[in-house]
């Protein structure tokens, strides 16, 4: 697939060792590296799918979720189209900083309209045994932060990780719809050019 793909740019947050690089890799290059070290910085890999029709190129932004890399990552938060905010079910911490996540991408982001922008949220690591976040704590969680959907997710055992990634897609497709690229979204075609004008909101 190329030549008119819409592209469209998702950014994986969350505290650091809770699967986004591995999440990533998963959708992208089908692997999953038990001994994935942290990320500095950002990294970014795409794929060109097609959701209902429609053929996007799905640019994946993969942060540093360690605190000491801040600075790095979010210069990057500029132009997201969607944000996937992720924890581990193992890891009662990670879900309780999402909120937190939220706020740093509104705010150092160029997102216009702060109500609409589409957040989809990933309990990783559901193979694991010892869960300390239970799925309808992290609903509920979701449900009062407009933050939805939700989708349990293993890179490990690759559950979820395709649903995940699409149900992204759709959430910027049907907001996209709804209210246009010029309230939203900074999607650009593969050609080079900026569908709709941006400007901060910080
Ligand atoms: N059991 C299990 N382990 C996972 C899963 N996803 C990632 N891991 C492991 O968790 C550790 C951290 O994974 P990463 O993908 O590097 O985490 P990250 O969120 O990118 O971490 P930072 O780069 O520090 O932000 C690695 O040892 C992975 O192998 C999963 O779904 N299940």
Redesign the pocket.
């Known amino acids: 697939m190329s030549g008119n793909n819409t592209l469209l740019k998702v950014i ?1 947050l ?13 959708y992208v290059t089908d692997r ?9 910085g950002v990294e970014f890999l795409n794929r060109d799918i097609e959701v209902d029709g429609r053929r996007v190129t799905l640019q994946i932004w ?5 605190e000491r ?1 801040k600075s790095l990552r979010t210069p990057f938060y500029r132009g997201a189209d969607c944000c996937l905010l ?1 924890f ?1 079910v193992n890891d009662l911490q990670s879900f309780q900083n999402l909120g937190c996540w939220k706020k740093e991408f509104l705010y150092y982001s160029d997102v216009k309209n702060q109500e609409r922008f589409p957040f989809v949220v990933l309990g ?5 045994e010892q869960r300390e976040v239970g799925e309808d704590e992290a609903r509920a969680w979701c449900e009062e932060n407009s933050c939805c959907p939700y989708f349990e ?5 690759d ?1 979820n990780v395709t649903a995940a990634f699409e149900a992204a897609v759709r959430e910027v497709l049907a907001a996209e719809d709804q209210i246009g690229h010029t309230l939203l979204t900074s999607t650009i075609d593969l050609h080079g050019n900026r569908k709709a004008p941006r400007s901060s909101c910080c």
């Open positions: 994986l969350g505290d650091g060792g809770v699967g986004k690089s591995s999440l990533m890799n998963r999953f590296d038990s001994q994935s070290f942290h990320t500095i993969d942060t540093a979720g360690q890399f992720t581990a990783n690591k559901v193979d694991v997710t293993s890179a490990k055992d559950t």
